[in-house]
């Protein structure tokens, strides 16, 4: 997807970014507010301009895809079946335009090539309780895997944090599996040397506050030298409000560099986590909501994909929706209740999928159900896509404001802090690393920008 380099821009620039985003996001501000579970009963297709809803009814899934989401398919030609209102082409154009761009310096990693589902570039030991998406992030920004890469693969002193014993348990016993098969690899094969001894990481059970700073976290493993401490905040998708918390800990002196990529944006504190800076702050309209911040996290690249292959897992959103009118029909106060997952929703009739969702809601499945009212929403499925669809469109420019307000933050404090892009976004769809730095960046920072790195 096209999108704006934080790198290329000016403190100015992004401020002026920052200004753009808060008035296009209140200006869409209804669809990125609707949940998709109430298409039907909040009639959500009827909320957009009727110019918008002739462009995108009947238009399938691929089509979608190419034409509104900007993503064909490999060799896909895009074509419009009609003209578009010029409104629906500018909403377009903007989300284009005002998002940080999520395409790395790469094509497909090289590391998948051979296998897609184990990385050339990490060896068998290191491989082991490892999904390759979190391979491809090791390999590319190198959590209990990151800080295991970092001490047992690099050599580097490592403390970990973490505020589950039971997660810190498990993440000691891999290191130990992992140092044994290392040991026996080295013995398998002595002529390969190693730089010096290996440690494993340093595990502290805590939880690190988003708005005082942990002495526990600073504290050095080993005497310092001379010069004092030097150390690195490392965040490989700290979670909500981890990641304002290396920002903030980055003031200590003791800090000298900052590499975090966030996720879970609905999980900030509010007040707190969101905004950070002055200058986002002052601005009308900069509030995003627990909706927004949520919707900020779906993945753009994956959903392309999924409707690009136009399977039947598309209908979920739809079945739900339908749904959603059954459960209200019979309390109307019960209002987005959670469903627990559904296995193999796409080989339900939608009857089926709606009396299993009301005994998991509480309900009793045995409602009498209007037939002939499901299967008109079922007829609309295309509708319901086309609806989800416009929201992620928008949805990186939430993200955007986000980590540009991390970005201004940074630069109003005098540190100096870039963006951009690091992982494979269909691998990794939250792929911006900040990157932070108490002198100018220099060479160091253009490192990440290949793959090879």
């Known amino acids: 997807m096209p999108g704006v380099s934080a790198r290329g821009l000016s403190h100015e620039e992004r401020r ?3 200004v753009n985003l808060t008035r296009v996001l209140a200006r869409y501000r209804p669809i990125l507010d609707a949940y998709i579970i109430e298409f039907f009963t909040d009639n959500l297709w009827g909320t957009l301009p009727c110019s918008w809803q002739e462009a995108l009814d009947g238009l399938n899934p691929p089509q979608l895809a190419a034409q509104l989401l900007g993503m064909p398919g490999e060799g896909e030609v895009v074509r419009y079946r009609s003209v578009w209102p010029l409104t629906l082409l500018a909403l377009k154009s903007t989300a284009y335009a005002l998002a940080f761009t999520r395409t790395p310096g790469f094509q497909t990693p090289s590391e998948f090539l051979e296998n897609p589902s184990q990385s050339s570039r990490l060896t068998a030991p290191f491989r082991k309780h490892v999904r390759p998406k979190k391979q491809h992030e090791i390999r590319r920004l190198g959590e209990g895997h990151l800080s295991r890469f970092m001490s047992l693969g690099l050599g580097l002193t490592v403390k970990s944090i973490e505020g589950d014993r039971r997660l810190v348990e498990r993440a000691q016993r891999l290191d130990r599996e992992l140092l044994q098969a290392l040991e026996k690899e080295e013995k398998r094969s002595p002529q390969v040397t190693r730089a010096g001894p290996r440690h494993s990481p340093h595990h502290v059970v805590r939880w690190v506050e988003p708005t005082a700073l942990c002495e526990e976290l600073l504290l050095p493993l080993e005497p310092l030298p001379p010069c004092g401490a030097r150390l690195l905040l490392t965040g490989l998708h700290a979670c909500g409000d981890l990641s304002v918390a290396l920002l903030r800990h980055f003031s200590c002196p003791e800090v ?11 999980k900030l504190s509010e007040p ?37 292959r136009a399977g039947p ?5 739809c079945y739900r929706a339908a749904l959603e009118t059954v459960i209200r029909g ?11 997952g559904i296995p193999r929703v796409h080989e339900l ?3 089926e999928y709606v009396q299993r969702g009301l005994r998991r809601v509480g309900l009793d499945p045995q409602l009498p159900l209007n037939l002939a009212a499901l299967r008109a929403h ?24 986000i980590l540009l307000d991390r970005l201004l933050c940074l ?29 100018p960046l220099g060479e160091a920072f253009s490192l990440l920008e290949t793959e090879d790195s």
């Open 411 to 439: 630069q109003e404090q005098g540190f100096h802090a870039e963006l951009l892009p690091i992982f494979s976004p269909e691998l990794s769809p939250r792929n911006l690393v900040l990157v932070a730095t108490k002198s």
């Open 330 to 340: 019979a309390r109307p106060e019960l209002r987005r209740p959670g469903v627990q």
């Open 378 to 401: 079922q007829a609309q499925e295309n509708r319901v896509v086309a609806f989800f669809s416009l929201a992620l469109l928008l949805a990186p420019l939430v993200e955007t404001l």
């Open 256 to 266: 000298v560099a900052l590499a975090s990529v966030g996720c879970c944006y609905m």
């Open 313 to 317: 897992g598309l209908r979920t959103h």
């Open 272 to 308: 707190g986590g969101y905004p950070l800076s002055q200058w986002v702050a002052g601005l009308r309209g900069s509030e995003l909501p627990y909706r927004l911040r949520e919707g900020a996290c779906h993945a753009l690249e994956d959903y392309a994909e999924r409707l690009q």
């Open 349 to 351: 009739k939608i009857e």
């Open 16 to 18: 002026q970014l920052a």
